[in-house]
């Protein structure tokens, strides 16, 4: 069982930036590659970012390149989402999950995905 510990939301400006943690216990999570989600209000989970087990790939949602990156240090068992250049749209809870499949096109499928954390709600003002 590995428990994930979303933290790093707030509110912020548009144009401002965030950092996002996501602390792993249970497990280390050098076996998995790890992914961050996001889910608006009314609207279905969707794809932020993915990171495979050493960071050596990375994989982001259009909508996010160039602003977000995804980075992990496995020996602190956490993840990490940089967010550059936040947007209104941008707001969501942000969630992080574990992925033990290898890389395929349906990485951006929740269903591969096998343990999630609470979520951290980021808030972005126009």
């Known amino acids: 069982q590995v428990h994930l510990a979303e933290s790093g939301g707030g509110l912020v400006q548009a144009g401002g930036s965030l950092r996002l943690s996501c602390a792993a216990s249970?497990?280390?999570?050098?076996?998995?590659?790890m992914a961050w989600f996001r889910q608006a209000p009314g609207k279905e989970r969707e794809f932020v970012a993915r990171?495979?087990?050493?960071?050596?790939?990375?994989d982001y949602a259009d909508s996010v390149k160039g602003r977000f990156t995804i980075s992990r240090v496995n020996a602190k068992n956490t993840v990490y989402l940089q967010m550059n250049s936040l947007k209104p749209e941008d707001t969501a809870i942000y969630y992080c999950a574990t992925d033990r499949l290898s890389y395929s096109s349906t990485y951006r499928d929740l269903a591969r995905y096998d343990y999630w954390g609470q979520g951290t709600q980021v808030t972005v003002s126009s």
């Open positions: 990171i495979n087990w050493n960071g050596g790939n990375t």
């Open positions: 249970g497990r280390k999570i050098s076996n998995y590659a």
